[in-house]
C-alpha cells in the first residue's frame, strides 16, 4: 500500500491565512531553492491551477529517506481546480500517488498522451485506480478556460518525449496580465510539436517562470541529432558487446539506438524495469511502434549484442550497479566489452557512479563517455544561449528562475542584464501576491512530506538522529531507577573494541559518580543532569559524543535476547566488557 498524505490533519493546515478578493497568488512548495519535488500553484479568487506534482530524492541530510513529496500545508491549503502535468519525469508527476487524498476525485489533470501513459502505468503498479481523476489528453499546443484563467500549452524539446510550457492569461480589475512558465526546456530539439511560432504568438509577457538549471553554462544545449550521430559512429566502429547505460526517459536516445542496431543487423536487449515501462508508456502514447516483447532479446551469449541498461545513477539494486558490481545473473562485464556511460551525474550521486565505472574498468571493459567530451550525452536543460532565446521570444517585463538551487540563480542573476529586465528570486514555502511585481505576503513552514517504509512524516528530527547515531553511534546507560544507581554502560559504534577495553573502567566509574551526584536534584530534572554530564565526560574522555540511552537492567537484559540486529551489536560490544 502506498503511504498517503492525509487530506484530515486535525486542523494543522494554516495556511493561506488570508487571501484578497481579484488578488492573483503563486506559490512553490518545493523545486526552488533545491532540485526535485517540483510543485507551483497560481491561486485567483477560490481557483488553483497547480502545475506540477513532483517528488525529490534522498540525499547526505536525509539518509534512508525513499523520497520526498512537495509542502504539505501549499498542498493542502490550495485544493487544485485543475491540474497540469508539464512532463513525465519523477521531479514532476512522482508525487501524485500519494496524493489520492488530497487531489479530490474527477480533479481534471491535463497531460501529454505519454506523461498520462506514464503515470497510469506508475499508479495501476501501485493498486491506484487512474479513473479517479479526469485525464484529459493535450496532443498539441492548445488552450483551455479554468475558471479566471486562460491556459496555454506549448511542446518544448526536453528529455523526454512531449513536454510542454504552461501560458497563462488571466483578467484582473487592472487589465490583463500574462504568465509564461517554461517547465524543464531546452531549444534545439526534436520534439515534432514544438511550435516557435506560437511562443511568439504569446508575446509579451509580463512574467517569465523560466527553467535555469543550465545557467552555469555558455553557449546552446547540443541537439538530440548530435548524440545520435556519435552514437552511430561509435557503434559501427566497436566491435564485441556493447553496454550502453542512460536514462530510461530518453526514449528519442533508446528508439535511435534500436534503429542503429537494426542497420547494423546487431541484436538489442534491455536490463532493467524501468526502461520497459518507459517503453511501454511510449508504445501506447505512440511514440514508438513496436512494444517491447515483439523484440527478441538476444541470447546472453550473443558476442556483437548491444545491451540498454537502465540505472545509470548508480542506485543500488539498479540494473548499471549490479552489472558493474558483478551480481546480474548470467552477466559478467570482461576485456573485449564497451560500456557507454550516456547521461549526466545528478549532484550528489557522483560517488556511487564513479565506484561502478571503476568496477566495470577493472573487469576489463572499455569505458566511454566518462569525460563529458565525447559528446555521447546531451542535457535536457537549456544552456545560457537558450534561456537568452527563449526571452527574446517573450518579450519578458520581470523574469522569475525557478528549477534550480540557489546556484543556479545566482548564475542566473549574473549573466541577465538586470538593468534591461528585473530578475526576482523566490524561494519555495512561500506565498506571493503578483501584482506589477512578486511580493511576499507570508512564509508556510517547511512540512516537507517525508516517505519512508510506509509512511509519511514532516520533520527532519529522524534523519539528525540517523546521522548523529552514524557518527557517533549509541551509549546504553543501564541506570537502577530506584536507586539511581548506574550498574553498567555498553556501546555501539562508539570507539574500538580495544579501546573499549582500556577506557571501560574510568567510563563507568565517572558515570556511576556522575548518577551519584545528579540523584541530589530534584527527581524531574535527574535524567537531564546525567544525561549532560555523560555528553561533557564523552567528549573530554573519547572525542566523541554519543547518543545516550538510559535503560533499565530488565530492557537491557531483554535487548540482550532479541535477535535483532542493531541490539546484537549491543550485545557484542557488551560481551567484550570487563
Ligand atoms: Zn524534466
Ligand atoms: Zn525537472
Keep these: 500500500m502506498v503511504p498517503q498524505v492525509s487530506a484530515d490533519p486535525a486542523g494543522i493546515i494554516d495556511y493561506p491565512r488570508r487571501l484578497e478578493p481579484h488578488q492573483l497568488y503563486f506559490a512553490f512548495g518545493g523545486g526552488v531553492g533545491r532540485f526535485g519535488t517540483n510543485f507551483t500553484v497560481f491561486h485567483l479568487n477560490g481557483v488553483s491551477v497547480w502545475i506540477d506534482v513532483g517528488s525529490g530524492f534522498a540525499n547526505h541530510h536525509t539518509p534512508g529517506m525513499e523520497k520526498n513529496l512537495p509542502n504539505r500545508q501549499l498542498l493542502l491549503g490550495f485544493p487544485p481546480t485543475a491540474i497540469f502535468l508539464t512532463h513525465g519525469h519523477e521531479d514532476h508527476i512522482g508525487a501524485l500517488p500519494h496524493l489520492t487524498e488530497v487531489i479530490p476525485v474527477g480533479t481534471p489533470i491535463f497531460a501529454s498522451p505519454f506523461t498520462t501513459a506514464l503515470l497510469t502505468v506508475r499508479l495501476k503498479e501501485r493498486g491506484i485506480d487512474p479513473g479517479r481523476w479526469d485525464f484529459r489528453l493535450i496532443e498539441q499546443d ?53 511550435k516557435v511560432q506560437n511562443i511568439k504568438k504569446f508575446a509579451p509577457v509580463d512574467f517569465l517562470f523560466i527553467d535555469s538549471t543550465g545557467s552555469l553554462h555558455e553557449g546552446e544545449t547540443m541537439a538530440e541529432r548530435e548524440v545520435d550521430e556519435t552514437l552511430e559512429r561509435l557503434i559501427s566502429r566497436t566491435p564485441g558487446r556493447i553496454f550502453i547505460t542512460t536514462f530510461a526517459s530518453q526514449v528519442e536516445r533508446i528508439k535511435n539506438i534500436a534503429r542503429i542496431a537494426s542497420g547494423l543487423s546487431r541484436p538489442i536487449g534491455f536490463l532493467g524495469r524501468s526502461l520497459k515501462s ?17 523484440q527478441k532479446p538476444p541470447s546472453y551469449a550473443a558476442q556483437n549484442a548491444i545491451w540498454l541498461v537502465a540505472g545509470c545513477q548508480a542506485d543500488k539494486n539498479s540494473s548499471f550497479s549490479r552489472l558493474t558490481h558483478g551480481t546480474l545473473a548470467k552477466m559478467r562485464l570482461k576485456p573485449g566489452d564497451t560500456l557507454v556511460y550516456s547521461a549526466s551525474m545528478i549532484p550528489g550521486n557522483e560517488g ?15 569505458v566511454v563517455g566518462v569525460s563529458g567530451d565525447t559528446r555521447v550525452h546531451t542535457s535536457g536543460h537549456g544552456k545560457r544561449g537558450d534561456i537568452e532565446r527563449l526571452i527574446s521570444y517573450l518579450k519578458p517585463r520581470h523574469i522569475l528562475p525557478v528549477h534550480g538551487d540557489p546556484l543556479h540563480f545566482h548564475a542566473f542573476l549574473e549573466f541577465i542584464d538586470q538593468k534591461k529586465l528585473p530578475v526576482t528570486v523566490t524561494e519555495g514555502h512561500r506565498i506571493y501576491a503578483l501584482g506589477d511585481a512578486p511580493v511576499l505576503v507570508e512564509s508556510v513552514p517547511d512540512e516537507t512530506c517525508l516517505v519512508e517504509a510506509g509512511e509519511i512524516h514532516f520533520d527532519a528530527t529522524l534523519y539528525r538522529e540517523r546521522i548523529h547515531l552514524a557518527e557517533e553511534g549509541v551509549c546504553f546507560v543501564v541506570l537502577e531507577p530506584d536507586r539511581f544507581a548506574v550498574s553498567a554502560i555498553s556501546y555501539v559504534g562508539v570507539m574500538s573494541a580495544q579501546f573499549l577495553e582500556t577506557m571501560y573502567p574510568r567510563l563507568l566509574n565517572t558515570a556511576q559518580q556522575a548518577a ?10 535527574r535524567e537531564k543532569k546525567l544525561r549532560d554530564f555523560l555528553s561533557k565526560l564523552h567528549e573530554e574522555l573519547i572525542g566523541k559524543n554519543p547518543y545516550i540511552k538510559i535503560v533499565t537492567p530488565q530492557v537491557m537484559a531483554a535487548a540482550a535476547e532479541t535477535p535483532v540486529a542493531s541490539l546484537d551489536s549491543a550485545r557484542e560490544t557488551s560481551e567484550v566488557e570487563p
Excluded at 518507459?278 to 515483439?294: G, K, M, N
Aim: proline residues 6%.
Design 142 to 194: 492548445s488552450d483551455v478556460g479554468i475558471g479566471p484563467f486562460r491556459v496555454s500549452t506549448f511542446f518544448m524539446p526536453h528529455s523526454i518525449p512531449q513536454c510542454f510550457s504552461v501560458g497563462l492569461e488571466v483578467m484582473l480589475p487592472h487589465g490583463k496580465k500574462r504568465i509564461y512558465f517554461s517547465s524543464d526546456f531546452k531549444l534545439r530539439g526534436s520534439e515534432v510539436r514544438h
Design 278 to 294: 518507459q517503453w511501454e508508456a511510449a508504445f501506447i502514447s505512440r511514440e514508438v511502434t513496436a512494444p517491447l516483447h515483439l
Design 352 to 366: 556511487k557512479i564513479y565506484e561502478a565505472l571503476n568496477l566495470a574498468a577493472d573487469a576489463g571493459a572499455r
Design 516 to 525: 551519584l551526584a545528579a540523584a541530589q536534584s530534584a527527581p524531574r530534572n
